[in-house]
């Protein structure tokens, strides 16, 4: 199993074309096109490096790709102090942030509250706009599903959590992996309709989303179809024939240009962040700036039509 997210924060803390959809649309200026912590830190990794270990020439490489902003994986609000410096010197915006949360227990659920919103706090004095949480599965990789009451707690600390963000002037998006589309995407879906749309936003994670329903394009554009006024944000990455690949492609499992087209139709234009990454079976031909080098000249023309 590749380093998924949640393992990743845990070492932070220690230390088809476009035509049509373009002559439909004009967009009215450039794309913001941000990339998040977790994937340089995957391809840091297969190449025996440690992203944030040289934190300076780590965003110097970040910002040598031609990406506009960087998400991190907030862990601490000295870590997203730190980091604002360095960004800000690379001339790095930081719009988002992705912060680990514990709500489905009552007891714990109100500690992890309390330290998302003293991290978004330091986030936002450096010009965060949105916050994005994936809630803690029971565990991660295993079976077990959550039950109907804790998957009720979590949905009232998550409109919880995203009320005391709205009244900081930020945003709470909803981040899902897998493990959330098991079981009829219960889990999923009562976060979805178990919050208030004025304080829980999604933050459409595609290739996740195909993923854990099987690898199903239906389920994918169904979720759009169902919550696209909620999409403040959209995570990126392509796979082909359900491998990721290594840089990335309109065309793949995930139908890109499509995506684009329907959220445009529904005048839904969301921060784009770029979360290619690698797992086993992946090419590895590349090192980790050329391959963010390429996959942001391809995403650029592919979600173009989404700045705004």
């Known amino acids: 199993m590749p380093t998924n997210r949640r393992q990743f924060l845990g070492r932070v803390a220690a230390l088809t074309p476009l035509t049509s959809v373009l002559a439909r649309t ?21 190449d ?15 910002a040598a790709s031609g990406l506009d902003g ?5 862990a601490s609000v000295e870590q997203i102090t730190r980091m604002g ?16 949360s514990e709500l489905h227990d009552p007891v ?39 039950s109907d009451q804790q998957l009720e707690v979590q ?27 098991r079981a009829a995407a219960r889990e999923f879906h009562h976060m979805m309709l178990g919050t208030d749309p004025d304080h829980v936003h999604l933050c459409l994670d595609a290739h996740w989303v195909y993923r854990g329903a099987g690898n ?23 796979s082909q024939d359900g491998v990721w690949t290594e840089i990335f492609s309109p065309r793949g499992d995930v139908d890109y240009p499509r995506l684009v087209a329907d959220l445009v139709d529904r005048n839904v234009r969301p921060l784009v962040v770029l979360e290619q990454a690698i797992e086993s079976g ?26 705004g």
């Open 108 to 146: 714990r659920a109100e500690e992890s509250i309390r330290a998302v919103l003293r991290i978004a706090g330091a986030a936002k004095a450096l010009g965060t706009r949105i916050v994005v949480t994936n809630p803690s599965p029971l565990r991660w990789g295993g079976p077990e599903n959550k």
């Open 70 to 74: 960087f998400e991190p994986s907030g």
């Open 155 to 181: 949905a009232r600390n998550l409109n919880t959590l995203g009320r005391e963000l709205a009244a900081l002037g930020l945003k709470l998006a909803y981040h899902n992996h897998d493990i959330e589309l």
């Open 85 to 100: 410096r360095n960004l800000d010197d690379r001339k790095l915006e930081m719009r988002s942030l992705y912060v680990n």
């Open 282 to 307: 992946s090419p590895k031909t590349l090192n980790a700036l050329e391959a963010h080098r390429r996959s942001v000249a391809e995403a650029r023309k592919v979600f173009a039509p989404l700045a």
């Open 216 to 238: 199903s394009a239906v389920a994918l554009f169904d979720i759009v179809r169902l919550y696209a006024a909620r999409i403040v944000e959209l995570h990126v990455r392509q």
């Open 26 to 46: 004009q967009a009215p200026g450039p794309l913001h096109l941000s990339c998040n912590e977790y994937t340089w830190s995957v391809y840091f990794g297969r």
């Open 48 to 62: 025996n490096r440690r992203f944030g270990e040289h934190l300076d020439t780590d965003l110097a490489e970040v």
